[in-house]
Nanobody, 122 residues
Framework: QVQLVESGGGLVQAGGSLRLSCAAS????????MGWYRQAPGKQRELVAT???????NYADSVKGRFTISRDNAKNTVYLQMNSLKPDDTSVYYC????????????????WGQGTQVTVSS
């Protein structure tokens, strides 16, 4: 199967920066979309940013201009550079990948990472 392993979370002061990484491994033919989502306590999981295999990006309005998503297709890895962090950015951040397992019809599967905590202090 496929595993997503996230890293890079931690504690940072408001205005600071963090870089998250998520590496996919396993039985992968190709990866369609990769993205980052976040979930704060008592709230629903929300989209932060996504990126296609061709590099087309999409961002939540709340992070536009502060966060940058990128990916290395050769390494099956997606990154999230987070600048000008705010206390409202405090959440568990989850990586997501839509993986093509074989290149044949009906072989797309959705995978999630285990999450990494980002805490921004005021």
């Amino acid at each position: 199967q496929v595993q997503l392993v996230e890293s890079g979370g931690g504690l940072v002061q408001a205005g600071g920066s963090l870089r998250l990484s998520c590496a996919a491994s396993g039985s992968i033919f190709s990866i369609n979309v990769m993205g980052w989502y976040r979930q704060a306590p008592g709230k629903q999981r929300e989209l932060v940013a996504t990126i296609t295999s061709g590099g087309i990006t999409n961002y939540a309005d709340s992070v536009k201009g502060r966060f940058t998503i990128s990916r290395d297709n050769a390494k099956n890895t997606v990154y999230l550079q987070m600048n000008s962090l705010k206390p409202d950015d405090t959440s568990v951040y989850y990586c997501r990948a839509v993986v093509d397992l074989s290149g044949r019809a009906y072989s797309l599967r959705n995978y999630w990472g285990q999450g990494t905590q980002v805490t921004v202090s005021s």
